[in-house]
């Protein structure tokens, strides 16, 4: 399976604008520039992407891992906060902490830890990233 998203940029980094769009059409022509990246202006960046694309995986990967030890969850939300740090003469994600709030009637407390912890690292995006991931997990009856 391939799926593929694409950026057009026009000009410098702090005066130029770009957009982004991803093959599904969930994202068409999403603005984004220095503004939206470093001064918190309406738009996206690439962090928040990632965020969204790892809270996402790691949200599905759980749903598996719950489902292969024959649990359901009634609901899974996940928070993902991205950290970019400067590095040398240009930045690098050097962190994602995922915050997880858990809804999985008659989970108990031990399998629901190796469902997360396997999802954690089994997760496609958590693979993909060369950063710190953490994880605070909560399991609500």
């Known amino acids: ?3 593929t998203a694409s950026a057009h940029w026009q000009g410098g980094i702090k005066d130029g604008k770009g957009s982004i769009s991803t093959q599904s059409g969930a994202l068409k022509d999403n603005p984004y520039g220095f503004n939206t990246r470093f001064e918190g ?10 965020g969204a694309a790892h809270a ?17 969850a009634t609901a899974l939300d996940t928070r993902s906060e991205v950290t970019l740090d400067k590095e040398g003469d240009g930045f690098r994600i050097s962190a994602v902490h ?7 009637p ?7 830890e190796q ?10 995006v958590s693979k993909v990233l060369n ?3 953490t994880l605070q997990a909560t399991l609500q009856s």
């Open 131 to 133: 950063a710190e991931i």
């Open 106 to 112: 008659g989970a108990s407390r031990e399998a629901f």
């Open 56 to 72: 996402g995986c790691f949200s599905m990967a759980l749903a598996k891992q719950l489902g292969d030890a024959g649990m359901t």
């Open 41 to 50: 202006q309406p738009g996206t960046n690439p962090e928040e992407l990632i």
């Open 115 to 124: 469902a997360v912890e396997a999802a954690k690292s089994g997760c496609p």
């Open 1 to 3: 399976m391939k799926k």
């Open 98 to 104: 995922l915050t997880l709030t858990a809804h999985v």
